[in-house]
């Protein structure tokens, strides 16, 4: 490094020792660094311009795989071009090694859209319990001051506004008359409620789990959160089986229970649609709108109904494009069609010079064809079953399917439907049900039960709980006391100073031992250790995936694997040399680890130990305290624990 300094040249990262960075980093403002190469981390220093910045690459390795460089990442660094007073100019060079960047590669990086802030709020265990100990301030109000809550909770007070209009509106409302005959009204409303999500004609999938109101996750969950028509249209052989000629049921906007024949599907397999000719009254022909938002009938009747459409008068029909939610139902029919004829004679007769031309030939054949069908099947046409035709094995598909059979067999067991009020009351009943699960919702967007973070936080008090850190009545205990001294790692140093694992190790084996807590880079080097070390690293591990288990027993989302994967103990051996007193020079030919980051884990490896020593003193274990600071008295030396350039 001496060389390459006394010729200008200086090189910056986190691998090399803290006070060499240190050196380079004065050396570079008084402008005797000529040539600096460096890690984005230097970019960040605000005091540190450059006349030219040059970009080796315009890809980085970012811990799991390489990608190309955030707008973020590139203007901070390219930001550096320029010294204010000196170049009216900054120069930004990216080299070209494996030939020109492709356009629109560099168009991104240089013009894209920044980096979206996402909140690193994370719940912690030292955090419930130092929370669980204050009754001023509770977790849940923590997680409502967090970022990754704040667009929920801006429009707490317009949802406050809401609500009480919502209820003064249900209170305004007539009562609903649910005796004699409609003694079962409500109960049929949810019926054909549930039996409408089922079959996906409510497009139950465009809601989300921040929407769903208590009632309907109640009929979401009976149903699996699956519309079956969107399984089936989203499935291999749905798509297959929705092909040219297919003939179809349509319902949306325009159209109920309407047959339809498909002509043309789009190649567009995220968003796709289908040009299709469907039946629809003489005075009804025409271009109708693929984009107009599906509105339900409020007929109960209809809602339910598998009734085909059948013209009043004479029959008509319309060429438009519809959505794959449009189609209900996937008929076992299917019609010899010419597409390009039938459309391009449809389009034909939509100019206005043309508008009285009757329809050709290969239409009439068609439509004719159609109303024959609907007209011999006036209750519907068979479909193709979504698990014995279209092989839909899921456990949703199925279970939904069956579902399906049920509530249609339960609708004709009602006794609403036979009084002479029924449609009156049901429509009384629907607008009143409308308002509540409106008012349900906000309610619960307002409420601590719509925190994302509330169920983690729930299944980590059920941690503690069963390992003893709070009481059943939430109580902090010993242990979690305890918990609360430590800033990482909580359970797990914990558990070890409760069993007694560091009490018998001397100091040096201790802070060795504990080095992988702090240490969590890749080695291919293994550490060579005592066998009283191999113990501990064994009981280390042991005690990791006991806790594990509980946390994916207790609803934690995270490993056993994962967990345990996280303690490395590459530096083991490297920490108990340098706690004996090894010169630096010596431990870094033990380990292919960078010396900067060698000295990094020490220095964080010297806080875990003063943790560990204040619970000892809770606890009372004299022992384990005056191993705690004599470890840290031992690591603390020389090079590693050098003061900084900055304050002198």
Known sequence: MIQLLKKGIGVHHSGILPILKEVIEMLFTRGLVKVLFATETFAMGVNMPARTVVFDSIRKHDGTGFRDL????????????????????????ILCKAGVHEMSDLHKMMLGKPTVLQSQFRLTYTMILNLLRVEALRVTDMMKRSFSECHCRRDAQSHEKRIAQLKKMLSSLPPIDTEGQLADLVTYYHTVRELTLTRGTLQVHRLTDRTRDWRWTAILTLSLSLSLQKATLESVNGVKALSVGRVVVINNSQHTNALGVILQVSSDSANRTFTALVLCEKDGEGTLKPDAAPTPPKSPQLLCSTALFIPEGPCGHTVQKIRAEDVTGITVKTLRVAPDRIIDNFNKRQMPRFKLDPPGQAISTTT???????????????????????????????????RLRILQESLGQFTCVHSPRFSEEFSRLQERMVLQEELDRLQFLVSDQSLSLLPEYHQRVEVLKSLQYVDAGGAVQLKGRVACELSSHELLLTELLFEGALSSLP?????????????TQKTQVTPEINASLQEGVQRV????????????????????????????????????????????????TLTDVQEGIVVRCIQRLDEVLKDVRNAARIVGDSVLYSKMEQASTAIKRDIVFTASLYTH
């Open 70 to 93: 955030l707008p973020g990442e590139y203007i901070q660094m390219a930001g550096r071009a320029g010294r204010r007073g000196l170049d009216t100019t900054g120069t930004v060079i």
């Open 368 to 402: 004719q064809e159609l109303l024959r069908l609907a007209e011999a099947n006036p209750d519907g046409v068979a479909t193709l079953d979504p698990v014995n035709d279209l092989q839909l094995k899921g456990v949703e598909v199925v279970e939904a399917s069956m």
């Open 507 to 519: 100091p040096e084996e201790s802070a060795a031992l504990l080095s992988c807590l702090v240490f």
């Open 541 to 588: 591990l042991g005690v990791a995936k006991r806790i594990a288990e509980l946390q994916r027993e207790c609803g934690l989302s995270e490993s056993v694997e994962d967990y345990v994967g996280q303690y490395k103990f590459g530096l083991t051996e490297v920490v108990y040399c340098w706690a004996r007193g090894m010169p630096f020079s010596e431990i870094a």
